[in-house]
Antibody, heavy 119, light 110 residues
Framework: QVQLVQSGAEVKKPGASVKVSCTAS????????VHWVRQAPGQGLEWMGT????????KYAQKLQGRVTMTRDTSTSTVYLDLSSLTSDDTAEYFC????????????WGQGTLVSVSS | QSALTQPRSVSGSPGQSVTISCTGT?????????VTWYQQHPGKVPKVMIY???KRPSGVPDRFSGSKSGNTASLTISGLQAEDEADYHC??????????FGTGTKVTVL
């Protein structure tokens, strides 16, 4: 069964950092870009950034530049999202999603990881 | 990069057609042929309904169709069914800016 499995929910204080993982099961991410998308409560989807199949290249949304880092471990088909200097505005469900290289749509999605930021 | 503009909600009776618009700019929707529509039921993850403006993945009913004119893409659901009630999000490739999603539209089946 093809799926992306994400790490569990996190509760953080303002100013802290969070690291979320996303592991492919049932397939490898050899030829896949992995994207991170978040959804604040009751809101739409927001694209955060992507990492290329080899892990050597990333592209981030402008508004998150300087706070976001995406890395991947190709040996374990795992991708990581690091987000620093958290504020309450970062409270959201965070999804990873895969894209077969250069198809420009996200075919498989992780189950989501809720990150709550509160003092 | 600002979010693409979608109506907050649309509604229709079973069997009717509804159309959702998605307005961007000449840097995203208007320039690239990579507009995707995702369906999201409450508590579920998004699912691709249309990609590359008008292509349907295997398994998606043919009552879902997509089109684009200028800076506006559209998703039409013909023959509305109860299971189509969900949130719909458009997404456009935006070149060096990556991707941009729409504001999301709630479809209600009356």
């Amino acid at each position: 069964q093809v799926q992306l499995v994400q790490s569990g929910a996190e509760v953080k204080k303002p100013g802290a950092s969070v690291k979320v993982s996303c592991t492919a099961s049932g397939y490898t991410l050899t030829n896949h870009y992995v994207h991170w998308v978040r959804q604040a409560p009751g809101q739409g989807l927001e694209w955060m950034g992507t990492i290329n199949p080899s892990g050597t290249g990333t592209k981030y949304a402008q508004k998150l530049q300087g706070r976001v880092t995406m890395t991947r471990d190709t040996s374990t088909s795992t991708v990581y999202l690091d987000l620093s200097s958290l504020t309450s505005d970062d409270t959201a469900e965070y999804f990873c999603a895969s894209e077969v290289a250069d198809t420009f749509y996200f075919d498989y999605w992780g189950q989501g990881t809720l990150v709550s930021v509160s003092s | 990069q600002s979010a693409l503009t979608q109506p907050r909600s649309v509604s229709g009776s079973p069997g009717q057609s509804v159309t959702i618009s998605c307005t961007g700019t000449s840097s995203d929707v208007g320039y690239h042929e990579h507009v995707t529509w995702y369906q999201q039921h409450p508590g579920k993850v998004p699912k691709v309904m249309i990609y590359d403006v008008s292509k349907r993945p295997s398994g998606v009913p043919d009552r879902f169709s997509g089109s684009k004119s200028g800076n506006t893409a559209s998703l039409t659901i013909s023959g509305l069914q109860a299971e189509d009630e969900a949130d719909y999000h458009c997404c456009s490739y935006a070149g060096t800016y990556g991707y941009v999603f729409g504001t999301g539209t709630k479809v209600t089946v009356l």
